[in-house]
Structure formats: structure tokens, C-alpha cells
């Protein structure tokens, strides 16, 4: 009888137990299908994250574009424009000049007689203190060429051009060596150029520091220039120019001390303006030279024969082909008798 119950009693127990793994089977069947719902969502849900990213990172890099884009454009008109503005200001320091050599040039008119100009350049003949004639030019209008900042590679080339027109020039070199600058300086001298002073060191707050600095520079360079060439030089053209603004000292005391030392300083009354870091086209360049030299007597034109001079050689031989061309117009070396053209009045001053 026990058996029985116990049989009875294991029925249910074993039928119970059999449904039971159906409805897990179905349940596990349903937590998959959820979980890969879930998954498939945040997959999903990842995807447009990440395009939404893509566009909004592409969308800024297309804004830093077009930013950068407007950045160039507005450099390339400052550029421009500072270019302009260097051109306007350099037009305004030439016509400064004029207005001062034209000053100093009446002043020096009322002290000698002027000599009357023929139609054409009239070389009269003098006699120097040996009793040999020499030529005395008497053109209307003398132009003097003149170079800064050399000896430089270029120099050879603006020599070789010189010497195709039978020009002759004025060099004003700084102190430097090496076998290259000295075989420069002597072609220079031997070519019948004038070879003049533009410092040794050309380091301006050295230079115009003291009186004393300016001295020892201009005895180290006119001592170099002798022990390479065997010429003293006696003319001597300021960095910067006599009007520099960079000096703390009165640029006439330096003028006096080259007074005492029996040296003469030049300006210039025509700039190329291939002075500073832009480089002007050669057309700038020619017209710059040759527009106003009728205006003067003595017309001291500045140009440098620097390596990065390039349009400065390549105007050179049509500036001396227009100034040929020119009615009563010589062009010569710097010396002894040349009128100098000074920025400053410095004899007025008190020593």
C-alpha cells in the first residue's frame, strides 16, 4: 500500500517536473531574442553616433578649411598692401630728399660762381700742381652710380657691365675678408673705379655708439682697404645715410670727425630702392634711377650689388643706356672735385 502512494505520489511529482522544461526552454528562447534586440539597438544606436560624429567632425574641419582659406586671402592683402605702402613711403622719402638737396644746393650756388654748361658734356683742360692736364667736366648734368654694402657676388657681373659701357662707378664696401672680397676690391681699383667706405662692421649700435667706436671702425677699414688695394680711401657714405634715425648721437659730430680726418661723406639725392627686403621689379628700379635726373646738377644715385640685388643687375645696363641718352649728361666716379650731396648741414653746427 505504501508502494502505491509512493507510486501515486511519484506521478504528479515526475509529471510536474516534465512540463517544467519546456517553459524554461521557451523563456531562454525569449531572453535571447531580447538581449539580441538590445544588441541589434545599440548597434544601432553606435552607428548614427558615429556617422553624427563623422559629419560634425567633417563639418568642422570644412569650416577650419575655409577659415584658414579666408586667413591666406587676408595675409596675401596685407602683403599687399604693406607693399604699397612701402613704395608710397619710399616715394615720399625721395621727394624729402629733393627738397633738401635742392636747399643745400642753393646754398652751396651762392658761395661760387657757376660755370656756364654747354649743350654738350665739354671736357675743358686744367693743369693739376705737376703741370699734366687733366679733363674738367663741365656737362650740365653729372651722374654718379654708386654701390652698398659690398664687394658680393654680383659685383663681378655689375663690373663686367660697367666695363661694356665704358662706365665708371663708385663702391662703397664693408669690411669683409676672405680672398673672394679682396679680389673684388682690387678689380674694383683696377677698373678705374672709386672704391669708398661704408663701414667695417656696418652693425649700426656698434658704429654709432660713441665717437670713439666710429673711429676705430673707419681706421680698421681704411687700413684694410690700403694693405689690399694700396689706395687710401677718402670718401665714406654712412650706413643708413647721414639722416638715419638710428643714431643717439648727432650725426654731425661723426661728419666732423671725417672732416678732421680729411674724409668726405655722400648721400644720395636718387634712391633705386632696392634697399630693403622687398625686391622691386627691374622696371621699378630703372624708373626709380633715371626719372629725376634732370632736376639736379650732381644726381648721386644708391644702389647695391648684394647677391639679392637680382633686379638691380638686371636694370643696370638699360639705366645707363637712358642715362646716356640724356641730353648734357655724364657719368663718373666719385672724387676729389665731386660735389658732395649731404642730408645734413653740418659745417653750420658748432664744433
Known amino acids: 500500500m505504501a508502494e502505491k502512494n509512493m507510486s501515486a505520489g511519484s506521478a504528479p511529482e515526475a509529471g510536474k517536473f516534465r512540463r517544467g522544461g519546456p517553459e524554461r526552454d521557451i523563456s531562454a528562447k525569449s531572453g535571447r531574442k531580447k538581449s539580441s534586440g538590445r544588441l541589434k539597438k545599440y548597434n544601432t544606436m553606435m552607428l548614427r553616433i558615429s556617422v553624427a560624429l563623422l559629419v560634425i567632425f567633417s563639418a568642422a574641419l570644412l569650416g577650419r578649411i575655409q577659415s584658414l582659406n579666408r586667413s591666406i586671402e587676408s595675409l596675401s592683402a596685407q602683403a599687399r598692401r604693406m607693399a604699397q605702402v612701402a613704395a608710397e613711403r619710399q616715394e615720399k622719402l625721395q621727394l624729402v630728399t629733393e627738397e633738401l638737396e635742392n636747399a643745400l644746393q642753393e646754398g652751396r650756388d651762392t658761395q661760387r660762381d657757376e660755370k656756364p654748361a654747354g649743350e654738350d658734356a665739354v671736357r675743358e683742360e686744367q693743369e693739376d700742381d705737376e703741370g699734366e692736364s687733366i679733363p674738367e667736366i663741365t656737362a650740365a648734368h653729372k651722374v654718379y652710380l654708386t654701390f652698398d654694402d659690398g664687394p658680393g657676388t654680383s659685383t663681378e657681373e655689375i663690373l663686367e657691365i660697367l666695363d661694356r659701357y665704358d662706365v665708371k662707378a663708385t663702391f662703397f664696401v664693408v669690411g669683409k675678408e676672405g680672398e673672394a672680397a679682396e679680389e673684388s676690391m682690387r678689380q674694383i681699383v683696377e677698373a678705374g673705379h672709386t672704391l669708398g667706405m661704408h663701414s667695417y662692421s656696418h652693425k649700426y649700435g656698434e658704429l654709432y655708439a660713441s665717437v670713439e667706436n666710429f673711429a676705430e671702425d673707419l681706421k680698421k677699414q681704411q687700413d684694410y682697404i690700403y694693405e689690399v688695394t694700396g689706395v687710401k680711401s677718402t670718401v665714406y657714405r654712412f650706413p643708413g645715410g647721414s639722416s638715419n634715425t638710428v643714431s ?68 643696370l645696363p638699360v639705366i645707363i643706356e637712358k642715362i646716356q641718352a640724356m641730353e648734357d649728361t655724364v657719368i663718373l666716379p666719385i672724387t676729389e672735385e665731386t660735389v658732395p650731396v649731404q642730408h645734413i648741414d653740418w659745417q653750420g653746427a658748432d664744433e
Open 248 to 315: 643717439k648721437i648727432d650725426m654731425g659730430e661723426f661728419a666732423r670727425y671725417l672732416d678732421r680726418e680729411g674724409v668726405r661723406f655722400f648721400d644720395w639725392n636718387i634712391s633705386s630702392g632696392d634697399g630693403g627686403s622687398y625686391l622691386f621689379p627691374a622696371d621699378t628700379i630703372i624708373e626709380n634711377c633715371t626719372a629725376n635726373i634732370s632736376k639736379y646738377q650732381t644726381s648721386i644715385v644708391l644702389m647695391h650689388d648684394t647677391e639679392a640685388k637680382t633686379t638691380t643687375r638686371e636694370a
